[in-house]
């Protein structure tokens, strides 16, 4: 019986494979990678190299650079596994591996077969793609036809592949595959066409393990109404349901295409979800739960242990799918599981991850002003009734709204450092007149039901800010302006040297402590990807993804709405980005 | 009388523009610029810049970087005037104006707006732009829709345009406008479609002055019977005629898309034309006059003062196009005022360009095996009957010819060096088998007439070097073997450092006496461009567009020719291209 029992959990465990998630693990502790979207599990964007400091950064001096040949945006970062880079492109999607022993010359290539006429016209916000993932020598690449495809790391085969929804229909993929344990997990995107979002785990061999919805009923969420908390209270029974009118939430949106993370010791995962749709709030009453909230479930079952909505019946746009970097942290003395997460809507949360508890929600862009504030206790906002783009109905316009509709940040990663103590967050500083209208439903036409103005914050011309913040007291430590909104991911080094790029095309490092800036690069096209940074044959080297587009670029990616006010929002703010770069996929690597 | 007389005079300098052409020639002499394709009148592509040495070019970084945002092959290279640089792209040509005091934010852009498809398809080898001139406050472009458009260098808005022939005919450009003096020179592409080529000189004003072609009736090739030298002899009435079955000559090609020289003191200027269509040498008997050719003609009115023929009645399309640098040196103990010319047939020629003497003529390639060698008296080929492809009539393919269509040298212009006395030139060392085929002329469609295949000259497995060579006796110096052809423009500086690019993406420094690698940096993309350099507040700047295309790049700029042995024969030699590189266009800036 013993003998039995054992073989029985010796079974469980091949088949959960935890042996191969000691690998990841075991991977992301060798600093000389760059094996996941953000380096580790955690999502701190955090290296512990420290060979180019304070002192030398400004000698940095690009080492070599890789034309993806593909134009519109590159968002995301490659990977790294010992000598090889893995390389994404926008749509369609190219990955490349290059040979680091060989100034980045091909090894292989993968060029999916893609529909570019049922994909490309329902992506809302340029074709990005954020980004590969690995697991169990494979290269997982999640399609924009919401394909998943798992390559061979060494020849670039597909080894099995899985069309999860369907672009026809508005669904596309743009997030990046996260490879946690045993499992890979994939969101999607399409809030703008009514698509409700879930997240899906396969096995690394490809097997559907699990849907977890963000909106419906409970089960095709996986939430129990009575141990699933929210605020350290029991969900219920149908709590998104409730929220919603009639069946409004099958074309509800929350969907899930941003930065995942995991704690391997809770053995959960995190993401936050997207917009209701429409952007109308008219037209859908209700809290809308649990679109604009992050998740914390179970990897093994995707039972969801809590949910926090930021934004309840959301009226701006302001997706809550940011990155949930996770730390240990002093808070009011005690140290906490935490979790931290910039919200579109400019609240910069602390939470515990364990079990959802708020610990700090405070605005990380002083310009925020929807809401004065959130209560602790109810996790809800103290909004400012004349922000209220639903107020009046529709065709009415609400002027003067920050931040505007693509957030105080949107899904350009954040950074954190240990040895500080303090995140290092791209920001936006943009505001907006918002004006919803009514919009019906017709499956693969936009659902959006709002236009908009995007223009600089008052008081000044810049869009953007590159801070630091404390995430335990819910305070800016410094602030640099940008020109233009800091779509970049941030590196923070162990040396105390921080990285992240702007839209111009600059690569930027600067003192972890004072924001000082050290040294800046300005790269062949607007940076919207990520810093990271790898140590090859004894030598650290940073490597960023320019090719300007994304949101922010919409109106340089698709050069036919620059003399309109479309590109939802964001061409008419963002319109002198044209003079200071150009279209182009580059991926370009420095060294000292 | 005297009075009238002067005046005049002086009216006639006025109209012929004298004042301008000063302000050209003054700015050539600024080495801080560069103002012209090849940087001076004399095509020489020699800098007296020397902060860049070969003590410190391994310290060479990169300054900034530009991405032009077009993806196909980028030949030529940007102008510099006095702090701005101005960039061109591969159609749809735009043009860039670059601001060098603000790490190359964009000061104005021209987007042209050309037919796609009535010009692309009818360009047969990519679809490069070989760059812009300048003179009078304007920047010339001439678009592949044969438009050549002035525009004002300030704003970059347009002050005149002409549209000089019809792509719907095959008839496009690629080669860069050349302004000497108070005229600007530009030649036209579709030697594969047919198009016979001429040369168009415009005032700087945009009034056509005169039409030069290369083959036809005495009055429209603007020659003298009796005065139009060949080999010091006149060439008699209806040289070109004679020398063609009936009506041919119509369609008989001799196209001018190369690089173009200026002797200010014998006010000529000189180029090369290339080949008799179409390629298969059966359908049209005799020498094809004058196609393959080198002409000297007088600026003022076009007439040709001499021509030579390098290839008559061409059998492999071994174009004359290529530049002609011109030097004064020492022949046979006797300073000459020469030009020197590195032909597709894989000869390098040395003339004196006031008579146009045949000096010298050498094979650059020893692979070269159709010719055994010129006479100095005759100037011509001692042909190698084995190797005609003509010899047997269509439909039978002829094997193991060197050098290939493409030339021991194609476009990539060389650079001179008055320090050392030497070229340094860039070279393919391909070769091919050839096979005519019957084919009947329509208008705007493909007049190719042969199948090809292009394989590595027999003995190695590199298609090109980059060579140092003596053109007073015509021999070799030096010889570096690249993988691939050479096909980027080589730049020679005062401090003996020469610099070219490779089609992996490497741009290189070697020793100018010796070869010997002092420094190579690895691009987002293959080279096809040509190395400048300019100084810019007290600094030496090296530039360099990648985008890897062109002709020995057609199979990675139209991947659907990748799987078959079309693109005129090169995609199969260049196929491991795409294992090193990857279709972008960027400038890359170097400093120390």
Known sequence: MKLKTLSIAMMALAATGVAMADEIRTMQENENNWVSAAGNYNNQRYSKLAQINKDNVADLKMAWTFSTGVLRGHEGNALVIDGTMYVHTAFPNIVFALDLNNDGAIKWKYVPKQNYDET???????????GLAYGDGKIFLAQADTVLVALDMNTGAPVWSHKRDDPKRGATSTGAPHVFKDKVLVGISGGEFGVRGYVKAYSLDGKEMYTAYGVGPDDEMIV?????????KP???????????GDQWKIGGGTTWGWYSYDPDLNMFYYGNGNPSTWNPTQRPGDNKWTMSLFGRDLDTGMAKWIYQMTPHDEWDYDGVNEVPLVEQKINGKMRKTLVHFDRNGFGYTMDRVTGELLVAEKFDPAVNWSKGVSLKTGLHDRVAKYSTGRNGADVNTTGICPAALGSKDQQPAAYSPRTGLYYVPTNHVCMDYEPFEVEYTSGQPYVGATLN??????GT???NFI?????????VWSNPERFSAWSGALATASDVVFYGTLEGYIKAVDAQTGRELWRFKTSSGIIGNVNTYKHEGKQFISILSGVGGWAGIGMA????????????????????SSWTNLGGVLSVFSL
Chains 1, 2 share one sequence.
């Open 462 to 464: 810049h869009l953007g």
């Open 454 to 459: 995007m223009f600089p914050a008052p008081g």
């Open 224 to 232: 129990d109404p009575k141990n699933t908390l929210s605020m350290l």
């Open 120 to 130: 490309v016209p329902v992506m809302c916000c340029d074709t990005v793609n954020r």
């Open 468 to 476: 630091a913040w404390d995430a335990r007291v819910g305070k800016i």
């Open 558 to 577: 698709i050069p036919s709405l620059e003399n309109d006010s479309d590109g939802l929002g964001a061409v008419g703010a963002y319109k002198a980005l």
């Open 235 to 245: 969900i219920g029974k149908d709590s998104s349901l409730k929220t919603w009118k």
